[in-house]
Structures are given as structure tokens and as C-alpha cells.
């Protein structure tokens, strides 16, 4: 699966910016779909996931973002979204799409990400 994340920009601190990645090739509907960010000079952290295999359709969130950001899949269009309220300036960084066979980046505590196939990033930078 190939996938490309868009969205990104310069938000003040408070805005909101809506994250989609666009995946081909395969449906995103067989996969884990996560978001991860990265600082540079700073290790990746997985901002959500959705593992539709699991019961119910588990969903898991970093605590430093749990009731400010929404993901959700669209399965018609293929395409993942990662909404984002409340923005602030520690939410700055360069956000990736991922999918893979699980949430394990969740599931192990950051010990292992899980993914088979990641997107280029795009930028979120929220000024102070």
C-alpha cells in the first residue's frame, strides 16, 4: 500500500488542522493505520491507531493528545484522517501515516512500531 499524508501547515496555538493520507494500491481497510510525529533530534512517537480487527474497532491515542485529536478511516475513499483541535506548540512536528498488521506501538508501549508501510510526512508547526 502506498500512502501520502497532506494537511499540514502553520496553525496559531488553539487552531485546528485536519490531516488526511490518500492510500493506493491496497484497501486501508485490511491494515492498522496509525499516526506517528517525529522533532527532529527527537525519537518518533505514534500519536493514534485504529485496529479495525479488533473488537469493536479499537482505537488508541497518546495521552498527550487523548480529547484533542480524532482519527477516523473513510474505507469508501481510502483515505485516513487525523483531526486535530486545541493545537499547541509542543504538537509541532512532522506527522507520518503508517499501516501495519496491528497497533503495536499501543500494544507494546512504544517498544516496537508494527509497520509495514509508511507515508512521507507533512509538516505541523503551531506558533505560540
Known amino acids: 500500500v502506498q500512502l501520502q499524508a497532506s494537511g499540514g501547515g502553520l496553525v496559531q496555538t488553539g487552531g485546528s488542522l485536519r490531516l488526511s493520507c490518500a492510500a493506493s494500491g491496497s484497501s486501508i481497510e485490511h491494515y492498522a493505520m496509525s499516526w506517528f510525529r517525529q522533532v527532529p533530534g527527537k525519537e518518533r512517537e505514534g500519536v493514534s491507531c485504529?485496529?479495525?480487527?479488533?473488537?469493536?474497532?479499537?482505537?488508541f491515542y497518546a495521552e498527550s493528545v487523548r480529547g484533542r485529536f480524532t482519527t477516523a478511516k473513510d474505507n469508501d475513499k481510502n483515505i485516513l484522517y487525523l483531526q486535530m483541535e486545541n493545537l499547541k506548540p509542543e504538537d509541532t512536528a512532522a506527522y507520518y501515516c503508517?499501516?501495519?498488521?496491528?497497533?503495536?506501538?499501543?500494544?507494546?508501549?512504544?517498544?516496537?512500531?508494527?509497520?509495514?508501510?509508511w507515508g512521507e510526512g507533512t509538516q505541523v508547526t503551531v506558533s505560540s
Open positions: 503508517a499501516a501495519g498488521p496491528g497497533c503495536h506501538y499501543f500494544r507494546t508501549r512504544g517498544r516496537s512500531d508494527g509497520v509495514d508501510y
Open positions: 485504529i485496529d479495525p480487527r479488533s473488537y469493536g474497532g479499537q482505537t
